[in-house]
């Protein structure tokens, strides 16, 4: 079972070795999703280990990667 700093590490790798204009071809990149509400983030991560990655809305330009994690939801933010 990995930890979830060692999941946290692997997609911020990840994403840095991506070109930011490539991120919309990705099934796990949601633009400017919420954080809550019925289609917000949180309702989209159902399970351990399912995760989304959507644009941060309190600091432009970054990005939030959402995991869910022994049942909770995890808001994590990637600066570019």
Sequence with gaps: EQSEETIRKLLER?????????????????GS????????????????????????????GNYVLTVRWKGQPLHFVINK
């Design 33 to 60: 999703t919420l954080r809550n509400g019925r289609k917000g983030a949180e309702a989209e991560v159902v399970n351990d280990g399912d995760f989304l990655v959507r644009d941060c809305a309190s600091q432009p």
């Design 14 to 30: 990840e994403l840095r070795l991506l070109d930011p204009r490539d991120l919309r071809s990705h099934a796990w990149y949601h």
